[in-house]
């Protein structure tokens, strides 16, 4: 079998700038579908693209509970997020392209 490989551990061990080059290409489709990133330049966003934070979630797996404080912004880069009601209802399905969040809200 072979080994998982950890994106997020990767990217950190890479210069800020290269880093940065790299989530642009990796994020740029994702990024322009997001209004509050489309008021960014280049610049800003490479900036911002810098320190994110690539999380894969195992199928199953929560990301938010309905209740907690967040303080994160989430990008799906791929796959499907199921969005259910604290009683267990099937609200939404966000595929890739999709975000939410705490700054989700303000776009």
């Known amino acids: 079998m072979v080994p998982a490989v950890n994106e997020g551990e990767i990217l950190k061990a ?3 700038n ?6 642009s290409m990796m994020m740029q489709d994702i990024t322009a579908g997001v ?27 929560y990301v938010v509970v309905a209740g907690e404080q967040g303080h994160e912004m ?9 969005v259910y009601s604290s009683a267990g209802a099937d609200l939404a399905t966000l595929t890739s ?10 776009a």
């Open 14 to 16: 890479l210069p800020p």
């Open 18 to 23: 290269l880093r940065g080059d790299i989530m």
């Open 35 to 61: 209004p509050i990133f489309q008021e960014l330049n280049n610049e800003e966003l490479a900036g911002l693209l810098v320190i994110l934070q690539p999380l894969q979630v195992p199928m199953g797996e």
């Open 74 to 82: 989430y990008l799906i880069m791929a796959g499907e997020l199921g």
């Open 97 to 106: 392209g999709e975000y939410f969040g705490e700054l989700a809200g303000e």
